[in-house]
Nanobody, 122 residues
Framework: VQLQASGGGSVQAGGSLRLSCAAS????????MGWFRQAPGKEREFVAA??????FTAYADSVKGRFTISRDKNTLYLQMNSLKPEDTAVYSC??????????????????WGQGTLVTVSS
């Protein structure tokens, strides 16, 4: 499966962006999926995860209440509201065929899309 992330851009603090991650090559309707981000000079970190049917979602404490992960048949989304300068990073989507309990760990995901850059200015 190939993943293609899009929707990044430059916004001012307090603004919103919606990221998308489109799948091709295979349907992802039964895949566990997640969003990760990597800021300049920092390690990649978990942002949000969602189960195949959307029945389970999880968020990093730093984004809880501001970001919402969702999905439809072949696209993953990340609605980002009340953006802060510290949200500046390259955001990447990930997927795996298994139900991932350790969803915060990037190594648990087999498939990755290229990142999309989000820049939040103060």
């Amino acid at each position: 499966v190939q993943l293609q992330a899009s929707g990044g851009g430059s916004v001012q603090a307090g603004g919103s962006l919606r990221l998308s991650c489109a799948a091709s090559g295979r349907t992802i309707s039964n895949y566990f999926m997640g969003w990760f981000r990597q800021a300049p000079g920092k390690e990649r970190e978990f942002v949000a995860a969602i189960s195949w049917n959307g029945g389970f979602t999880a968020y990093a404490d730093s984004v809880k209440g501001r970001f919402t992960i969702s999905r439809d048949k072949n696209t993953l989304y990340l609605q980002m509201n009340s953006l802060k300068p510290e949200d500046t990073a390259v955001y990447s989507c990930a997927a795996d065929e298994s139900y991932i309990r350790n969803y915060q760990h990037a190594g648990m995901y087999a498939y990755w899309g290229q990142g999309t850059l989000v820049t939040v200015s103060s």
